[in-house]
């Protein structure tokens, strides 16, 4: 009886299962239709598009796709935000020129222009925002809103970097439905007019005292340039580095480049005077010159940064003492040697340790000397790491006998471990089954 009546629940649930099926059928039937008409009005409406004229510019500019948008120099795949399609209108910003290329210019020049638009739509057009791809290229607005019919400019400046073809872009971004990204193009090729060789002068490092030269060759495309104008910038009133032109006739030890053969030059001079330290100069060399097409030649200016270092007598090597780790309780040492770079003798007349993070760091002082005849003095840095634990530091000071000079610094630094961590590691780096010592 029992096996009856669930026959007959069966039998119910099954024909429920169909009904519910025929009701369901003609809901898919529709959407897959829906979704195919849909289909052909998209494939419509492309070869629509296609069919456009593209505009008449002398280096037209692809407009922004449709969909989702990305934002140029924030990397791949990441999508730019798009605006509420609500805040759209029907304004329009067309460009008289899309592209603007300033052809051949001088390098380091400074280049200006404009992008001339009108707003053809039926609504007023609001430019968002102006973004350029490089920092040497600035965009600028007047205003931001423009009426229908209504003109403006973008104006633009722009300061190549590198020699050859250069481009980039600005993407204006409007609140028009129709094209709500342009993107317009600034480029020009750079030609080096007047350069220096090399580009950065590098003096080095010189002895506390002493004067050193160094000569900049100045090279050019013109055979008749001339160099109207030296001036050091940053010397704060005090010239440590001076720069006078060379005779014509002064010899090179490296001739001109083929394609810069004319030549002219300067001398820069570091003063005896100057102080220890590192010193740094910006050497702007003013010219007359033109490049090829131009009749009358133009003032250009060049710069150049000098580099000095101005050291002691003294010196260190190594100039770091750095300590091996150790562990709590043990004692660590650590050496150096002091000399002179101008290979004089000298005495050592007093040695501190100051500002050292661990105490009891005690300095022996014992004569050196080298097979190749160099002289001076071995500092030897000793302590117990007692119950201390992490890294510690601090210097020596190092006073000699030399007239003039001014003590010599020398860092040293180390570490010190504690004992359950150097067990853990014994642990850890033994083999299974070995046991310690």
């Excluded at 000397?369 to 020596?396: M, N």
């Amino acid at each position: 009886m029992h096996t009856q009546r669930n026959r007959e629940r069966l039998g119910a649930l099954v024909v429920g299962a169909v009904s519910i099926g025929c009701m369901i059928a003609p809901a898919v039937l529709s959407v897959v239709a829906t979704g195919s008409a849909m289909a052909q009005v998209q494939k419509s409406n492309q070869k629509k598009g296609k069919n456009k004229e593209a505009p008449n510019t002398r280096e037209t500019s692809q407009p922004a796709p449709s969909g989702k948008q990305y934002q140029q120099g924030g990397g791949k795949g990441v999508p730019a935000a798009t605006a509420d399609p609500a805040s759209l209108g029907s304004g329009k910003l067309e460009f008289e020129e899309a592209a603007l290329d300033f052809g051949r210019v001088a390098f380091g020049e400074e280049l200006a222009g404009k992008y001339v638009f009108t707003n053809t739509g039926t609504e007023m057009l609001r430019i968002e925002r102006t973004r350029s791809s490089c920092g040497c290229t600035v965009p600028e607005l007047d205003k931001k809103e423009y009426m229908p019919g209504e003109s403006g400019v973008v104006r633009v400046t722009f300061k190549p970097k590198g020699v050859g073809k250069q481009s980039k872009t600005i993407t204006v971004v409007t609140n028009s439905r129709e094209q709500e990204r342009i993107v317009l193009t600034v480029s020009a090729t750079t030609v080096d007019v007047v350069r220096t060789t090399p580009k950065l002068a590098q003096i080095g490092e010189v002895l506390r005292g002493t004067a050193k030269t160094l000569d900049v060759a100045v090279d050019s495309i013109d055979p008749d340039f001339v160099i109207i104008d030296l001036n050091v910038e940053g010397a704060g009133g005090i010239e440590f580095i001076t720069a006078e032109l060379l005779p014509e006739d002064h010899e090179w030890s490296i001739p001109a480049a083929a394609k810069m053969p004319y030549r002219k030059g300067i001398r820069l001079t570091l003063s005896e005077d100057t102080p220890m330290g590192r010193i740094l100069r910006k050497v702007q060399i003013k010219t007359m010159a033109k490049m090829e097409g131009e009749s009358e030649q133009r003032e250009r200016t060049i710069s150049i940064n000098a580099h000095a270092s101005v050291v002691g007598d003294l010196k260190a090597a190594p100039p770091t003492v750095r300590i091996h780790t150790v562990d709590s309780g043990d004692v660590f040492s650590g050496k150096t040697i002091v000399a002179t770079r101008s290979g004089k003798a000298f005495k050592i007349i007093d040695v501190n340790v100051e500002k050292s993070t661990i105490p009891g760091v005690k300095v022996t002082v014992e004569p050196w000397s080298d097979d190749a005849g160099h002289s001076g003095f071995e500092l030897v840095v000793k302590g117990s790491a007692g119950d201390y634990k992490g890294v510690y530091r601090g210097h020596i000071k190092v006073k000699t006998d030399i007239k003039g000079e001014q003590p010599l610094l020398v860092t040293f630094s180390g570490a010190v471990r504690s004992q359950p961590a150097r067990a853990a590691l014994d642990r850890t780096t033994r083999p299974a089954g070995i046991k310690k010592q």
